[in-house]
């Protein structure tokens, strides 16, 4: 496997040079561009790595699994599909869903920006600070690592340059679908996409996934299956945005990608995998890394399709 990891990698290296870092986080933009690496937890518990899978970065829009996750597991399946639905918008991360259909619950979904925000507003919690510590301990849980925290200099580039989210935060609470403070919900926000990771602990929250809610190895019970299979389908049909059609035939397998220029995919049954390269694509997808797994899946026939 790192024979075939180190390969992958050396071919696939070239291809950073097509993408752009994100800059409209002004902290993003400091990341290397030609960073690229790769970690993968196998259903049996083996890991395999190649490249600069130890760089630390943020994980941005991977957290909106997690979110969603926290808020299934506070909430049910049931009240969370009544306030953000589960059908792909078809659209950027960011974009307002407003122009050309009346905004309501099911025409957000909780991998694009609009959904995430509404996520935060439905963890248990006495304070939004108790929401965001609830929501740490889950990631940290899923990650594996007990260590993992936040970027600060990222959260407040985040906050301080958050006009976008701001509006879309505002828009939602016009139309009644967000009561809370916005302020408030949104620093739970910012700090989500903040959490520093890196690529061993995407492959592990994957691989939790993959494992339908289970630990790998100690088989430890995270979450209940039924809610693995809502997020993987969620995940399938929208985790890369407007690039999940093509996603899904390159692919074929539910996956999460982040500004960050990380990627989080889950081969049902058999690994997850964690990727870093910061050198994005069009729709914000790291151009080099779904490269990457175009390859791996070709090698190692993941494609669920
Ligand atoms: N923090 C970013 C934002 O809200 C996350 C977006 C992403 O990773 N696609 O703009």
């Known amino acids: 496997m790192e024979e075939l990891l180190e390969r992958l990698l050396e071919e696939c290296l070239h291809f950073t040079t097509q993408g752009r870092v994100?800059?409209?986080?002004p902290e993003l933009a400091k990341a290397n561009p030609d960073a690229l690496g790769i970690y993968v937890i196998g259903s049996e518990g083996k890991h395999s790595w190649a490249g600069d899978c130890h760089q630390p970065f943020t994980i941005q829009s991977v957290v909106k699994?997690?979110?969603?996750l926290q808020a299934l597991l506070d909430n049910g399946v049931e009240l969370v599909q009544s306030r953000v639905g589960v059908e792909a918008t078809g659209k950027p991360f960011d974009a307002i869903n407003a122009g050309d259909q009346s905004l309501d619950s099911g025409h957000i979904n909780p991998m694009v920006n609009m959904g995430a925000i509404v996520m935060c507003t439905l963890i248990r919690g006495a304070t939004y600070e108790e929401r965001f510590q609830r929501l740490l301990e889950l990631t940290r849980k899923l990650a594996g690592d007990e260590?993992?925290?936040?970027?600060?200099?990222?959260?407040?580039?985040?906050?301080s340059h958050g006009s976008k989210n701001r509006a879309l935060a505002y828009l939602?609470?016009?139309?009644?679908?967000?009561?809370?403070?916005?302020?408030?919900?949104?620093?739970?926000?910012?700090?989500?996409?903040?959490?520093?990771?890196?690529?061993?602990a995407l492959a592990h929250i994957g691989a939790v996934l993959s494992n339908r809610g289970r630990l790998p190895v100690s088989n430890q019970r995270i979450f209940p299956s039924a809610l693995a299979r809502y997020v993987n389908a969620i995940l399938m049909t929208c985790g890369m945005y407007d690039g999940s059609g093509e996603f899904a035939m390159r692919v074929g397998v539910p996956a999460k990608s982040g500004v960050g220029g990380g990627i989080m995919a889950v081969v049902p049954t058999r690994m997850g995998i964690g990727i870093y390269s910061p050198a994005l694509d069009s729709k914000g997808n790291s151009m080099a890394?779904?490269?990457?797994?175009?390859?791996?899946?070709?090698?190692?026939?993941l494609s669920i399709f």
């Not at 994100?22 to 986080?25: H, T």
């Not at 408030?184 to 989500?192: I, T």
């Not at 890394?289 to 026939?301: A, C, M, N, Q």
Request: charged share 30%.
């Open 289 to 301: 890394g779904i490269h990457l797994l175009e390859r791996l899946s070709k090698e190692l026939y």
């Open 22 to 25: 994100a800059d409209y986080i």
């Open 147 to 159: 260590s993992i925290g936040v970027d600060e200099a990222v959260y407040r580039s985040e906050k």
């Open 65 to 68: 699994p997690i979110l969603l």
């Open 172 to 200: 939602l609470k016009s139309y009644g679908l967000l009561e809370d403070d916005v302020e408030e919900v949104l620093d739970c926000y910012f700090r989500a996409c903040s959490i520093q990771v890196d690529c061993r």
